[in-house]
């Protein structure tokens, strides 16, 4: 946290592309800022609403700090935007732990 987060939102800061948004909300979820990390996601799905990624760490956040129907909804999101990915396989997971009984 203490050099990748840094660089992270240096690499926000000279291109603000899709890539290092979702790098950026990466890096502050495994730090423990879930609001940074779902600002983050937000505004790379502000440049890319349907990316399995964005998607995938909005729900992280949210789940994190204890939306569980927004999480939800976003994992489902995140899983239908790439089917046969891996970013399906770790929203359905997620899914799963959410405990939620819906159809995805």
């Known amino acids: ?19 290092a948004l979702i790098l ?3 890096i ?3 730090c ?11 505004r790379a ?3 890319e ?10 729900g992280l956040a949210l789940q994190r700090r204890g939306d569980v129907q927004a999480a939800y909804q976003f994992f489902v999101r995140a899983a239908d935007a790439q089917p046969g990915t891996v970013w ?3 929203a359905e997971s997620q899914i799963k732990q959410l405990g939620i009984e819906h159809d995805t």
């Open 28 to 30: 502050r979820l495994a």
């Open 88 to 90: 399906r396989e770790r």
């Open 45 to 47: 799905l502000a440049l």
């Open 24 to 26: 950026l909300s990466q």
């Open 49 to 58: 609403p349907n990316n399995a990624e964005a998607l995938y760490r909005a």
């Open 32 to 42: 423990g800022n879930d609001g940074g990390a779902w600002i983050a996601a937000n």
């Open 1 to 19: 946290c203490e050099q990748g987060l840094p660089a992270a939102e240096e690499a926000v800061a000279r291109t603000s592309s899709v890539e």
